[in-house]
C-alpha cells in the first residue's frame, strides 16, 4: 500500500509575548513549517488567564524552579544560538502587544509576524518594557505602522473584546502554555519539543 500524502494543513502556534520560550519558538517555527512545506497560523494568548485555569504560577515566583528556569532561559537561548537578555521586568502583562498582534494580523499577517518578532527581541535582547503602550506603538511604527491609528484601535473595546474571545479560543483547544503548538490536531508544550514536531511533520503520526 502505497503512503499516504503528508499533510499540509497550516501549524497552529500559540504564544504569550512574555514567554522568553515563546520568543526561542517564534524565531525556529516558521522555519520549521518550511521545511516541510507548512504554513503557521501565529495566536497570542495570555498565560496569566491561563495559569488562574490551571492553578500555575509564573516560573521565577516557584520556589526551586524559579532559579533553574532563569538559568534555563539564557542556556537554551545560548544552545540555539540566539541573543538574549534576561529582562529587568519580567514577567509583565503583554494585553497591549497581543491586542495590537491580531489588529494587524486581520490586515498584513506577514506585518504582524514582523511585529511580534520585533516585540520579542525588543523584550529578550534590548530589554524594553513592552507592557508599556508607548513601547507598542514604538515598535508597531518602526514597521511602518500608523501610531495614531494603532493608539485609537487599542484603547477601543473591539480588539479587547477580540482578545479575550481569541484567548477563549485557545483554551477550549487545550493550549495552556507558551510556545504551545498544534499539528494535524496533535498538541505539543514547549520549545523543547521542537525535535517532536519535526519528526510529526517529516514522517506523520508515531
Known amino acids: 500500500m502505497a503512503n499516504a500524502p503528508r499533510s499540509t494543513a497550516p501549524i497552529d502556534f500559540y504564544f504569550d509575548f512574555?514567554?522568553?520560550?515563546?520568543?526561542?519558538?517564534?524565531e525556529q517555527i516558521d522555519g520549521l513549517a518550511a521545511r516541510y512545506e507548512?504554513?503557521?497560523l501565529w495566536h497570542p494568548i495570555l498565560l496569566g488567564v491561563t495559569f488562574k485555569a490551571t492553578g500555575q504560577a509564573p516560573l521565577p515566583s516557584v520556589p526551586l524552579k524559579g532559579a533553574y528556569s532563569l538559568h534555563d532561559f539564557a542556556r537554551s537561548a545560548r544552545f540555539l544560538g540566539l541573543p538574549f537578555q534576561q529582562p529587568s521586568q519580567f514577567p509583565i502583562p503583554t494585553q497591549h502587544a497581543a491586542r495590537a498582534f491580531l489588529w494587524l494580523h486581520d490586515r498584513k499577517p506577514?506585518?504582524?509576524?514582523?511585529f511580534a518578532l520585533a516585540a520579542y527581541r525588543a523584550y529578550f535582547v534590548r530589554d524594553v518594557n513592552i507592557a508599556e503602550l508607548g513601547a507598542v506603538l514604538d515598535i508597531a511604527?518602526?514597521?511602518?505602522?500608523d501610531r495614531d491609528e494603532l493608539s485609537a484601535v487599542l484603547a477601543g473595546?473591539?480588539?479587547?473584546?477580540?482578545l479575550i474571545a481569541e484567548v477563549d479560543l485557545a483554551m477550549a483547544r487545550g493550549?495552556?502554555?507558551?510556545?504551545?503548538?498544534i499539528v494535524d490536531g496533535e498538541s505539543f508544550w514547549g520549545v523543547d519539543r521542537f525535535a517532536q514536531v519535526e519528526r510529526w511533520l517529516a514522517e506523520g503520526p508515531f
Open 110 to 114: 506577514d506585518l504582524a509576524k514582523a
Open 38 to 40: 507548512r504554513s503557521v
Open 157 to 162: 473595546t473591539e480588539i479587547k473584546n477580540r
Open 18 to 26: 512574555s514567554s522568553p520560550y515563546g520568543y526561542l519558538a517564534a
Open 141 to 145: 511604527a518602526g514597521l511602518g505602522v
Open 175 to 181: 493550549v495552556f502554555g507558551s510556545p504551545f503548538i
